[in-house]
Every structure is written in structure tokens, then in C-alpha cells.
């Protein structure tokens, strides 16, 4: 049995009616937007090729902000930050164990990033890269703040993981849907929270009030509209679409879900940092 294959198993015997959470949105169709590329270069390379100097630095840029990398110290405390939480807030058993399973799925990513960062820079494989945006230091003080963190951050994964299925980096492209996968899941485990939360009239108002916090956050963290970097991206294959257009079809994913939830929308510009 290989590496991966022991992996997959213990994967399946985690199985529950519950979790993988990503199982029930899948299984009503393709749950996100499709991406399609513009006319551009048809760059593709893989590891151990020789890369483009620019090419390099965009796609390690990237790779910065994704995080989820086991030499990167900053990934394993939020980790860590994540199982404090759940001990200290999560109101029952049930949920601190959908946490722990999370934890285990993050910390699998964690695998699969560290694997294409040693075969792209050894050095960069070991660096620590502190998460600069501030959506990831908001404080969490309730179980409903970590119920919108789930649902708004690692969908933003899930949606960025979305585009890399069209990468031109190989390593990247083979990993997406496996990502991709696991964030959808990742974001439906907040959402499952945030059901519960707001079945009663003092979860919904707390979650309501919570939200005028959460959602400016989540838009801003997909990055200005008007970035002068994103061209390149787009240009080298390494992204095929731009802010605006990533966001805005968050923001319609994220827009149906929260109104389902009974709640109201927020000024999409309130509170912006990042237009």
C-alpha cells in the first residue's frame, strides 16, 4: 500500500452521515463557477523545469499567501489557535470532532504544499510567512465567529483552488481539485455552525450582528481590484481571472447562502480596506 493509499484509507474510515461535508454539495452538481481562461501564452511547466525569473517570483508570491505549508510555523499555530478554540467555545462533542477532522484535512494540505514548495525552492519549503491579511486576526470570541471564519475564509480557498485547475504550473493543477474538495467541505462545516446558530432568535441576532465584522473581511481578502500584478498572473498562466471578477462570484455564492440563513446582506462597502 502506498503513502497516498494509506491516507485515502484513513480518510474513509473518518467517514461519517456528516462528514466530509463537501459530500452533499457535490452531489447536487459542480457547486462553483467555472473560470475560463482568456487567449493567452500556453505556458506550462513542471517540477524541476527551469522557470522564468518573473514566473518564479509570481508563483512563490502565491504560494506566500496560501500558508498551508508544514514548514511554515504561522500555518501550524493557526492551527493550533483553531484547536483552542473549538476546546474553549464549541458547545458540543459532535462539533469539536467535525474541528479535529478539519484539523487533519488542513494538515494533509499542509503535505501536499510542502511537497511542490521543496520542488520548487528548498529554502523557501522551511520559511515562516506570517498571514498578513487581517481577516485571519480578527478576533474569535464566540463559536459564531468561528463559524463565519470557516465559512468565509476557506471558501476564499476553495474558490482560489477553483482557478488553479486551469494553473500552468503541473504541480499545482494536479492538486486543485483535491483542495478545492476539501475547502468547499471546510466552509460547509462553518456553514452546518452557523444553521444551528441561527435556529434560535439569540443565535440569529448574534450572528447578524457578527456579520457586519466578517463579511468586509471576506471580500477584501481576494486583493485590490486594480492590482498591477494580476495581468501578469493572468498572462503566465498562473491565475485566469482577475479580483473583481473572482470576488464578485464569491460574493453571489456567499450572498445565497447568508440569505438562506434568514440573515441581511451587508453594505458590500462598508468597512472595505480593498476595492
Not at 35 to 57: C, S, W
Not at 110 to 135: C, K, Q, S, T, W
Request: glycine residues 6%; contains cysteine; aromatic residues 12%.
Amino acid at each position: 500500500m502506498s503513502e497516498m493509499d494509506v491516507i485515502r484509507d484513513a480518510e474513509e474510515r473518518g467517514r461519517t452521515d456528516v462528514w466530509p461535508l463537501w459530500r452533499r454539495v457535490y452531489a447536487q452538481g459542480d457547486p462553483l463557477p467555472k473560470f475560463t481562461p482568456p487567449a493567452r501564452p500556453a505556458h506550462r511547466f513542471d517540477e524541476g523545469q527551469p522557470l522564468p525569473e518573473e514566473y518564479k517570483g509570481l508563483l512563490l508570491k502565491m504560494l506566500r499567501h496560501e500558508g498551508e505549508r508544514a514548514g511554515n510555523k504561522s500555518f501550524l499555530g493557526l492551527m493550533g489557535t483553531c484547536l483552542d478554540l473549538a476546546e474553549a467555545l464549541f458547545p458540543t462533542r459532535e462539533m469539536r470532532l467535525l474541528k479535529a477532522e478539519y484539523l487533519a484535512e488542513e494538515l494533509k494540505h499542509a503535505i501536499m504544499f510542502h511537497r511542490l514548495a521543496v520542488g520548487l525552492e528548498h529554502d523557501f519549503a522551511l520559511r515562516d510567512v506570517p498571514y498578513a491579511h487581517y481577516a485571519f486576526h480578527l478576533p474569535r470570541e464566540s463559536w459564531a465567529d468561528d463559524a463565519f471564519f470557516h465559512f468565509f475564509v476557506d471558501l476564499n480557498g476553495a474558490f482560489h483552488a477553483r482557478d488553479w485547475r486551469e494553473s500552468s504550473y503541473v504541480p499545482l493543477q494536479k492538486m486543485s481539485a483535491t483542495v478545492e474538495r476539501d475547502e468547499v467541505g471546510h466552509s460547509e462545516m462553518g456553514y452546518y455552525f452557523l444553521q444551528e446558530i441561527c435556529s434560535t432568535p439569540r443565535g440569529k441576532a448574534q450572528a447578524q450582528a457578527l456579520l457586519a465584522k466578517w463579511y468586509p473581511a471576506t471580500l477584501d481578502m481576494f486583493g485590490r481590484s486594480d492590482s498591477p500584478n494580476v495581468p501578469k498572473f493572468i498572462q503566465w498562466g498562473l491565475k485566469s481571472v482577475g479580483n473583481a471578477e473572482i470576488r464578485q462570484a464569491y460574493k453571489a455564492y456567499v450572498d445565497r447562502k447568508l440569505v438562506a440563513l434568514g440573515l441581511d446582506l451587508p453594505d458590500e462597502r462598508a468597512r472595505r480596506r480593498f476595492l
